[in-house]
Antibody
Framework: EGQLVESGGGLIQPGGSLRLSCAAS????????MNWVRQAPGKGLEWVSVIHFGGGTYYADSVKGRFTMSRDSSKNTVYLQMNSLRADDTAVYYC???????????WGQGTTVTVSS | DIQMTQSPSSLSASVGDRVTITCRASQTIRSNLNWYQQKPGKAPNLLIY???SLQSGVPSRFGGSGSGTDFTLTISSVQPEDFATYYCQQSNSIPLTFGGGTRVEIK
């Protein structure tokens, strides 16, 4: 079935950087569309980014130019490099698998990012 | 971007009630519509994909319908474990977008 485990969240000052990791087991990340989705406190779900089979990446306008998604196939892990963080980036960040289409069928437990001075 | 509008934003129901949640897309998304359930402090869970296909392990009391721009999630007889927040999501195009959520509470 598979499992996703996110890590790397924490408290960071505005303007700072963090790198989130999402380690997969039970399946191969490079055979899937891997996504990041976030949820601000008390709010709904917001899609952040995707990395496709071939390595192409796409981003929400709200993070474009600041966030970079990547993949290490040897570690079966995807990453989200977050730069120039702002208060409105505060959220739980989930990693989610989409096997060939954008149906998010497997989610991690989430990692919390808090941007505050 | 495709906007997804869910209604109602919340509802109260008794165990055994039939519950209906609607989702409208700002433009046609064909059959590219998914539904998720989220319980407090937990990650979302895929319930229905492609408008009406039940994800493995999802009880048959959950059903989905619709096409184009208007979609419905129905719980035929709501059970205690169904009290949660439900989100629709369009999978037609990037950026993926979600509805604002519908919180289903116990009456």
């Amino acid at each position: 079935e598979g499992q996703l485990v996110e890590s790397g969240g924490g408290l960071i000052q505005p303007g700072g950087s963090l790198r989130l990791s999402c380690a997969a087991s039970g399946f191969t990340v490079s055979n899937n569309y891997m996504n990041w989705v976030r949820q601000a406190p008390g709010k709904g779900l917001e899609w952040v980014s995707v990395i496709h089979f071939g390595g192409g990446t796409y981003y929400a306008d709200s993070v474009k130019g600041r966030f970079t998604m990547s993949r290490d196939s040897s570690k079966n892990t995807v990453y989200l490099q977050m730069n120039s963080l702002r208060a409105d980036d505060t959220a739980v960040y989930y990693c989610a698998r989409a096997p060939g289409h954008y149906d998010l069928d497997l989610w991690g437990q989430g990692t919390t990012v808090t941007v505050s001075s | 971007d495709i906007q997804m509008t869910q209604s109602p934003s919340s509802l109260s129901a008794s165990v055994g009630d039939r519950v209906t949640i609607t989702c409208r897309a700002s433009q046609t998304i064909r059959s590219n519509l998914n539904w998720y359930q989220q319980k407090p402090g937990k990650a979302p869970n895929l319930l229905i994909y492609g408008v009406s296909s039940l994800q493995s392990g999802v009880p048959s009391r959950f059903g989905g319908s619709g096409s184009g721009t208007d979609f419905t999630l129905t719980i035929s007889s709501v059970q205690p474990e169904d009290f949660a927040t439900y989100y629709c999501q369009q999978s037609n195009s990037i950026p993926l977008t979600f509805g604002g959520g519908t919180r289903v509470e116990i009456k």
